[in-house]
């Protein structure tokens, strides 16, 4: 149908195969009425997105394959830098004395922090 019916051009050619893609992938509209239907199944009207109309038809599912150790290894040791320095944050904070001076340099007589300016 894509081959002799669409506008797009390269629908025409490919016949309107998208080939896998994953939910996020898709606009919302296309995506929940696609992931909704059976393998086999067309859809039954029209599916509009901000991309114009389209008739689905899901000839195949698959689970997306899980990436290698090499693929996520920048992001997992990202995550372990910064959970690291967070928890040496949290105990700098804990162990810091905080004194405030005058601009002048002198000690500030013991008051209480002042409050955040109010917007």
């Known amino acids: 149908m ?3 019916k669409s506008k797009e051009p390269s629908a025409a050619q490919t016949g309107g195969d998208l080939g896998y893609f994953t939910k996020a992938e898709m606009v919302p509209q296309f995506a929940d009425a696609a992931f909704a239907m059976k393998v086999g199944e067309v859809s039954s ?4 997105s901000p991309f114009g109309y389209h008739i689905i038809k899901v000839e195949d599912r698959r689970l997306k394959a899980m990436p290698s150790y090499d693929e996520v290894k920048p992001a997992i040791r990202d995550h372990l830098v910064k959970e690291a320095v967070q928890q040496v944050v949290i105990e700098m904070r804990g162990k ?12 500030m007589a013991d008051q209480p922090a002042p409050a955040p300016a109010q917007n």
């Open 45 to 48: 009207e029209p599916i509009k």
């Open 96 to 107: 810091a004395k905080i004194k405030r001076n005058n601009p002048d340099g002198t000690p």
């Open 2 to 4: 894509a081959k002799s």
